[in-house]
């Protein structure tokens, strides 16, 4: 079974690579906010100690976030990681000319997807999911300067040990389902931290980045 899908999956990204890629990245997207929300759900139970027999305490799947979410997968993480993963392998190979899979060819990969490509996706993911939330504009912001930090930390201590792997071992044209299947987790992480709202170990890493800046002395 799961060689025929990988066959079909081969045959899809053969003939329509960009389809595809967008098809898988707003499909696991959304699963990965589904297991958010069962993460989420079952830790709320926990604080508050109900049991999960309850009727009123059964989880529910919020469809409407789900499909929120998943068009963050259709609509970014698809197309532009399709064209950032085509364009970052012809970049570093004919304007840098580095060996492919050299440890200079990986190692810059991975440094630029984590400094170009790692911030964007947090920074669309945040402000996106605010707005389509139905929040103002300084609600975003507000939610920016909450979990933006937060993710940005967690994620710089996975990440690059992924894309070590994903640049150096699995060709150009499967790096997006490699990632795609790291987002399923990455979604459900993402999506979690912004159910967060305000929770005590945000607040820490926002405050302890906050007393390591400059302050203005008194003339």
């Given at each position: 079974?799961?060689?025929?899908?990988?066959?079909?999956?081969?045959?899809c990204?053969a003939?329509?690579p960009?389809?595809t890629?967008?098809?898988?990245?707003?499909?696991?997207?959304?699963?990965g906010?589904?297991?958010?929300?069962?993460?989420?759900?079952?830790?709320?139970?926990?604080r508050?100690?109900l049991?999960?027999?309850?009727a009123?305490?059964?989880f529910?799947?919020n469809?409407k976030?789900?499909?929120?979410?998943?068009?963050?997968g259709?609509?970014?993480?698809g197309?532009?990681?399709?064209?950032w993963?085509?364009?970052?392998?012809r970049?570093?190979?004919l304007?840098?000319l580095?060996?492919p899979?050299?440890?200079r060819f990986?190692?810059?990969?991975?440094?630029?997807?984590?400094?170009?490509?790692?911030?964007?996706?947090?920074l669309?993911?945040?402000?996106?999911m605010?707005?389509?939330?139905?929040?103002?504009?300084p609600?975003?912001?507000?939610?920016?300067k909450r979990d933006?930090l937060?993710?940005l930390?967690?994620?710089?201590?996975?990440?690059?040990t992924v894309?070590i792997?994903?640049f150096?071992?699995?060709?150009?044209?499967?790096?997006?389902?490699?990632v795609?299947?790291f987002c399923?987790?990455d979604s459900a992480f993402l999506?979690w931290?912004?159910q967060?709202?305000?929770?005590?170990?945000?607040?820490w890493?926002?405050?302890?980045?906050?007393s390591?800046?400059p302050?203005?002395?008194?003339?």
């Open positions: 079974m799961m060689l025929k899908l990988w066959k079909w999956y081969q045959n990204l003939f329509h960009l389809k890629q967008v098809i898988s990245s707003g499909v696991l997207w959304g699963i906010d589904i297991a958010a929300q069962y993460i989420t759900d079952t830790t709320v139970k926990k508050l100690q049991s999960v027999t309850d009123d305490a059964e529910r799947v469809w976030r789900v499909a929120i979410t998943s068009a963050f259709f609509g970014f993480v197309p532009v990681g399709h064209f993963y085509e364009g970052l392998d970049f570093i190979r304007k840098l580095f060996q899979k050299s440890a990986v190692a810059t990969k991975v440094a630029l997807d984590g400094i170009i490509f790692g911030p964007l996706d947090l669309v993911f945040f402000t996106y605010g707005f389509a939330s139905g929040k103002s504009f609600q975003v912001k507000q939610d920016l933006f937060p993710a930390i967690l994620e710089g201590g996975v990440w690059p894309q792997i994903n150096r071992y699995i060709p150009v044209r499967y790096q997006l389902l490699y795609n299947i399923l987790l999506s931290i912004e967060q709202q305000d929770a005590p170990w945000k607040q890493l926002t405050s302890f980045n906050s390591k800046e302050r203005d002395h008194p003339k």
